[in-house]
T-cell receptor, first 116, second 110 residues
Framework: GDSVTQMEGPVTLSEEAFLTINCTYTATGYPSLFWYVQYPGEGLQLLLKATKADDKGSNKGFEATYRKETTSFHLEKGSVQVSDSAVYFCALSDLGGGTSYGKLTFGQGTILTVHP | DAGVTQSPTHLIKTRGQQVTLRCSPKSGHDTVSWYQQALGQGPQFIFQYYEEEERQRGNFPDRFSGHQFPNYSSELNVNALLLGDSALYLC?????????FGSGTRLTVV
């Protein structure tokens, strides 16, 4: 079945450092790929997504490129801020056989802590 | 525009009891999915409802059941609670490729 693997965490960085969180996936067909962020005590917020190979999703300085050849969707940010401290989840979904998303399959999450 | 709302936000139940969690979807969304997120883990898909029927189901026992109402709101029911059912339960609503999560219900089983 579908699966998502994220890099081992947690990740601790100083403010303005470069961030990479690795994500690889296994799926049949052509899934859409997502990064979600979860702040303490809150639900999941969509950070960015990509729906086909070579698409680049971007938002709030974060970027990720859908690499079909390496089945990867690594998250990057050039200069992190203290406010970026949160848990980041990589996820995939198929279209459930139609034009709407079926289930989302998540990775285990990566805790990011950014120090001033 | 109200997003996905879940109730209650927290609750504590005793092992063996039954619990019902509720979810109101985002305006314009017609599909509801439920996820279980254990502490320190990623969310796990429980099931998805569309047109008042279960459309997809994850690897959860029959103790987990759900319902969707004509106004698209949904309930998640868990019977014979186990200590291992303690988790954050997330509801997500969707329409096409628009997908939104609620803040969750924190269930503690003692």
């Amino acid at each position: 079945g579908d699966s998502v693997t994220q890099m081992e965490g947690p990740v601790t960085l100083s403010e303005e450092a470069f961030l990479t969180i690795n994500c690889t996936y296994t799926a049949t067909g052509y899934p859409s790929l997502f990064w979600y962020v979860q702040y303490p005590g809150e639900g999941l917020q969509l950070l960015l997504k990509a729906t086909k190979a070579d698409d680049k999703g971007s938002n709030k300085g974060f970027e990720a490129t859908y690499r079909k050849e390496t089945t990867s969707f690594h998250l990057e940010k050039g200069s992190v801020q203290v406010s970026d401290s949160a848990v980041y989840f990589c996820a995939l979904s198929d279209l459930g056989g139609g034009t709407s998303y079926g289930k989302l399959t998540f990775g285990q999450g990566t805790i990011l802590t950014v120090h001033p | 525009d109200a997003g996905v709302t879940q109730s209650p936000t927290h609750l504590i139940k005793t092992r063996g009891q039954q619990v019902t969690l509720r979810c109101s979807p985002k305006s314009g969304h017609d599909t509801v999915s439920w996820y279980q997120q254990a502490l320190g883990q990623g969310p796990q898909f429980i099931f998805q409802y569309y047109e008042e029927e279960e459309r997809q189901r994850g690897n959860f026992p029959d103790r987990f059941s759900g319902h969707q109402f004509p106004n698209y709101s949904s309930e998640l029911n868990v019977n014979a609670l186990l200590l291992g059912d303690s988790a954050l339960y997330l509801c997500a609503s969707s329409w096409g490729t628009s997908y939104a999560f609620g803040s969750g219900t924190r269930l503690t089983v003692v």
